[in-house]
């Protein structure tokens, strides 16, 4: 157990429609960062959020945004959802601002969109 | 970013050690070398990390030559359930972790 919760498990929906994915970092992390993976591209980096800002951002969609609650916290946003966009999403947490390589990561959320 | 080149898979045995080899020829001064394991469905996990020379936790141990251009992942007497994806990554805090295809690792009773 990486201390990283994400919720929910398992989410299906339809095109066009709009998800909203939760993670909750380690306690103690102030960084928060959310991947995709799907078959044919692998794991990517979307963004990165330290302690409320966006610090750091990737391959990430117009459709998709995330923010980071005072609490830490961490919600990604994706919406007009393409059938595409079904992959396993994961959250990670790391301590310090700047991007780090010790990330410690969830269980990941399953999205189907049909 | 440092490009890496890793085997896309590999089959132990239990009980064996295995050697995963990473190359990274355009590895930078201020590069660190690192290791994730990845189950299926789950998020990847850290293993190691390392710099130069040899790193070893309760995990594995990293061996790195002098001229840092290649890494090798030593997991000692594997069992079934060291079967995973192991990547490697390479780069310095504050670039943005990119993960290749990884290493398929199968353990085989």
């Known amino acids: 157990d990486s201390g990283v919760t994400q919720t929910p498990k398992h989410l299906i929906t339809a095109t066009g429609q709009r998800v909203t994915l939760r993670c909750s970092p380690r306690?103690?992390?102030?960084?928060v960062y959310w991947y995709q993976q799907s078959l044919d591209q692998g794991l990517q980096f979307l963004i990165q959020?330290?302690?409320?800002?966006?610090?750091a951002k990737g391959n990430i969609l117009e459709r998709f945004s995330a923010q980071q609650f005072p609490d830490l916290h961490s919600e990604l946003n994706l919406s007009s959802l393409e059938l595409g966009d079904s992959a396993l999403y994961f959250c990670a947490s790391s301590v310090g601002g700047q991007v780090s390589y010790e990330q410690y990561f969830g269980p990941g959320t399953r999205l189907t969109v049909t | 970013l440092a490009k890496t080149t890793q085997p896309i898979s590999m089959d132990s045995y239990e009980g064996q050690e295995v050697n995963i080899t990473c190359s990274h020829n355009n590895i930078a001064t201020n590069d660190y070398i690192t290791w994730y394991q990845q189950f299926p469905s789950q998020g990847p996990r850290f293993i190691i990390q390392?710099?130069?020379t040899k790193v070893t936790n309760e995990v594995a141990s990293l061996f790195i030559p002098a001229d840092r251009k290649s890494s090798t992942l030593s997991l000692p007497r594997v069992s079934l359930s060291d079967t995973a994806v192991y990547y490697c990554l390479v780069g310095e805090y504050g670039n943005k972790l990119v993960f290749g295809a990884g290493t398929i690792l199968r353990v085989k009773s």
């Open positions: 959020y330290y302690n409320g800002e966006e610090r």
């Open positions: 306690s103690g992390d102030l960084s």
């Open positions: 390392g710099y130069k």
